[in-house]
Each structure stands twice: as C-alpha cells, then as structure tokens.
C-alpha cells in the first residue's frame, strides 16, 4: 500500500539557517504530494502541494519538488525563523480515490535565536 | 465560514464508556474526513464520506467505531465501550470533490481514556 518516510526529528536551527526535511514516498500510480504543518495548540494546514512530476510548490518561502525518479519530495527552506517552529506533515493523496491522505509520522522543528 | 469545527476539543472518558464526538464541515465542501492521530505519528485515515454516503471504511475502524454524516452536512463519531487504546487526537478535515480542493483539517478531539 501507499507509505510516507519522513526524516526523524526534532530538528533544531539557528535562525536564518536552511532548511531540508527529507520525505520519500511509496505510491501506486501518480499521486498528488502534499506538505502540513501543524503549529503549537492549531489544526494541520496545508503548507504546499504538488500534483504531478516536476511540479514546485511553493509557499511562505517553503519549497518542495515532486520528483517522480527518486520518489522524493523534500521541503525547503532557505532562510528559517522562530515563527518557522512547528511539526511538519509529509502526505500523498494516493491513486485509490477518495482524495484520502497518507500521512508521514511528522518532523518537529526547532528554531532558536 | 469560520473553517472545520470539532467539538468537543477534549474529552476524559472512563474505560467501558462511549464517546461521540462532531465535526461541522466547510459548508460548500461535500466530503469528510475522519482521522486519528497518536503521539508523535502522523494521522492516519479512518473513514470518509462523499455527502452523506459513507465511502470507505479503514480496518483501523473496529466494530466499535461508527460514523454518521446524515444529511451530508455535520458529521459524527461514536466509540463504544472505550478502551485506552482509544486515547487519540480526532481529526475531522473536508474537501470539495467538484473543485478538487485540498483537505482543510479542524482543530481535533483530544480523547483521553482513563
């Protein structure tokens, strides 16, 4: 079945630091690859997507490319800060229908002053 | 439309006891979702329904879960007989089919089994 691997955390950085959370992903077909993040006390929000190979998504400074070769879509980063302190979420929507997700286990990061 | 609403946020229950808990969808989104999620997992798929029709069912869903959406708006979760194993975040999320949004989560149950 569909699996999502995620990068162990917590990961902890030095403000403006870079950013590289690995996901690797195990799909029938051609899923659709989304990023999460869940801040302190809040509800997951969707942080970006893509939908088909070689597709970036993008948002808040945060990137991830859909690599179909390597079954990757690691997000991003280049310039991190406090507010950046939350754990992210790695999922694909998977061939079955449905629009349901699998999700990763999640990688907390830190990021200190 | 203020989002995805869960209620209750947190709920101690004793073990034997049942639970409901509900979620009121974005209202043009005609899917729903219900996941549970344990410390330091990621959450995983319980059960969906495409308007009121309830879709699919995960095995992770025992006898002693149900799940309604009866006029395809609100939606609820019923645990039966709890047991500690229970003891979870729900989370409900919708989407809209026709416009192939996105999932957008609420704010989860915290259940707690005593």
């Known amino acids: 079945g569909d699996s999502v691997t995620q990068m162990e955390g917590p990961v902890t950085l030095s403000e403006e630091a870079f950013l590289t959370i690995n996901c690797t992903y195990t799909?029938?077909?051609?899923?659709?690859l989304f990023w999460y993040v869940q801040y302190p006390g809040e509800g997951l929000q969707l942080l970006l997507k893509a939908t088909k190979a070689d597709d970036k998504g993008s948002n808040k400074g945060f990137e991830a490319t859909y690599r179909k070769e390597t079954t990757s879509f690691h997000l991003e980063k280049g310039s991190v800060q406090v507010s950046d302190s939350a754990v992210y979420f790695c999922?694909?929507?998977?061939?079955?229908?449905?629009?349901?997700?699998?999700f990763g286990t999640g990688t907390q990061l830190k990021v200190e002053l | 439309d203020t989002g995805v609403s869960q209620d209750p946020r947190h709920k101690i229950t004793k073990r034997g006891q049942n639970v409901t808990f509900r979620c009121d969808p974005i209202s043009e989104h005609n899917r729903l979702y219900w996941y549970r999620q344990t410390l330091g997992q990621g959450p995983e798929f319980l059960t969906y329904?495409?308007?009121?029709?309830?879709?699919?069912k995960s095995r992770l869903l025992s006898d002693r879960f149900s799940a309604e959406r009866p006029k395809g708006s609100f939606s609820t979760l019923e645990i039966q007989r709890t047991e500690q194993g229970d003891s979870a975040m729900y989370l409900c999320?919708?989407?809209?089919?026709?416009?192939?949004?996105?999932?957008?989560f609420g704010q989860g149950t915290r259940l707690t089994v005593v």
């Open positions: 799909a029938t077909g051609y899923p659709s």
């Open positions: 999922a694909l929507n998977g061939a079955g229908g449905g629009n349901k997700l699998t």
């Open positions: 329904f495409q308007n009121e029709a309830q879709l699919e």
């Open positions: 999320a919708s989407s809209s089919y026709e416009a192939n949004t996105e999932a957008f």
